[in-house]
Nanobody
Framework: QVQLVESGGGLVQAGDSLRLSCAAS????????MGWFRQAPGKEREFVAA????????YYSDSVKGRFTISRDNAKNTVYLQMNSLKPEDTAVYYC???????????????????WGQGTQVTVSS
């Protein structure tokens, strides 16, 4: 069982940076994949980035590659999403999600993830 709580969202201007945090509680985090998703008004939820608690290379969507960085602090049971060079199109509710790592590669489909946070709003103005 995993509980996730996002924080760090806010209203920023285009070009600014923002760091989101996802605090996780529960058991067996070491075998989980943590993902960030976002959902803009009127659009479906989309994959942003994912990382394994155990390490290895993270995976990013093309829309954020080179601008966003996902990382984790295992000691704090926290996953971060560093967002740089923010654009108005990055405006969305950002969600943290978790899924058990079955060793089959990163999962992009939102419905495959078992645990979700409540979401945090990111608004980028220009």
């Amino acid at each position: 069982q995993v509980q996730l709580v996002e924080s760090g969202g806010g209203l920023v201007q285009a070009g600014d940076s923002l760091r989101l945090s996802c605090a996780a509680s529960g058991r067996t985090f070491s075998s989980y994949v943590m993902g960030w998703f976002r959902q803009a008004p009127g659009k479906e939820r989309e994959f942003v980035a994912a990382i394994r608690w155990s390490g290895g290379s993270p995976y990013y969507s093309d829309s954020v590659k080179g601008r966003f960085t996902i990382s984790r602090d295992n000691a704090k049971n926290t996953v971060y999403l560093q967002m740089n060079s923010l654009k108005p199109e990055d405006t969305a509710v950002y969600y943290c999600a978790a899924i058990m790592d079955h060793g089959l590669g990163y999962v992009v489909r939102p419905s495959a993830y078992d645990y979700w946070g409540q979401g945090t709003q990111v608004t980028v103005s220009s």
